[in-house]
């Protein structure tokens, strides 16, 4: 079966005064309706690659691959017309921090209905109860005064759980999740996690997790790569992470404190171990 997405030597790079910098140097993957992790630290090029996939990074930088395919379209040929029939339709994104992407001044469902009729032509009765469907999907209670709501008058949890909806209300066949909880307490972390995991798992969709947390992705996806410096420095099976074999993967793995943690010193990483690989 052919991949739903194929990314071939992406680079992505930005102008200073030194000439332009890669953040993205050369990546290559393929994606099925399966889960796949990118993890790696901040300034890795994790983001950069979810944004590229959409054609969001604009100028000056700058967007460079050999093939950048979903479902047979050629993703670098798209106009910015074109697109909108690719985002939020078959590929949605939910950026770092979702709740403030959330507009202001209009109501949870004005804006979950916004995603919906912008792609598909519904009648007024439909549209609402595929919001009111959405919002207690993704486990909202009370959906209908929830919907009336605006943005600061839901908690950081709730707020995540409605810019999920917004993203999947569409039904896209493909869901980049670009650090989706990072600014959500443990026990929300999970439950917001777990609504993806179940939706995705559900209808069959694809997904791209972005995070810098190993473990969090070794537990809700299939397969995993980890950047570094713009690279991918090493790919396994989630299930094997404890098995990967890069010194950088490997000092990410014990760097991480454990419940029943009794050394001194947590670990730094030692990157002379694999400059230059």
């Not at 670009?178 to 443990?186: F, G, M, W």
């Amino acid at each position: 079966m052919a991949p739903m997405l194929s990314v071939e030597n992406l680079r992505v790079s930005f102008p200073t005064h030194r000439g332009r910098v890669e953040v993205v140097k050369g990546i290559s993957f393929e994606l099925g309706r399966e889960r796949l992790g990118i993890v790696g630290e901040s300034g890795s090029g994790k983001s950069m690659t979810g944004r590229a996939i959409l054609k969001l990074i604009r100028k000056p930088g700058l967007v460079t691959a050999d093939r950048l395919e979903f479902d047979g379209i050629d993703i670098r040929a798209q106009s910015e017309k074109q697109m909108r029939s690719v985002r939020g339709a078959r590929i949605s994104m939910v950026m770092q921090d979702p709740k403030f992407s959330l507009n202001p001044v209009m109501t949870v469902g004005e804006q979950i209905a916004e995603a919906l009729v912008t792609h598909e032509k519904l009648s007024r009765r439909e549209v609402d109860e595929r919001i009111l469907a959405m919002l207690e999907a993704v486990r909202i209670n009370d959906p209908k005064r929830v919907a009336g709501l605006y943005p600061h008058e839901v908690s950081g949890g709730m707020g995540q759980r409605v810019m999920i909806a917004m993203m999947l209300i569409p039904e896209p066949e493909l869901l980049i999740a670009d650090e989706p909880t990072s600014a959500l307490d443990v026990s929300v972390q999970a439950q917001v996690l777990d609504i993806i995991d179940d939706l995705v798992t559900r209808k069959g969709m694809g997904l791209i997790l972005i995070s810098h947390d190993l473990n969090l992705v070794s537990r809700y996806c299939d397969r995993i790569l980890v950047m570094n410096a713009g690279t991918v420095v090493e790919e396994c099976a989630a299930g094997q992470l404890d098995q990967a074999q890069h010194p950088y993967t490997r000092g990410l793995l014990a760097a991480m404190p454990t419940i029943n943690e009794n050394r001194d010193e947590l670990p730094v990483l030692d990157r002379s171990q694999w400059a230059g690989t």
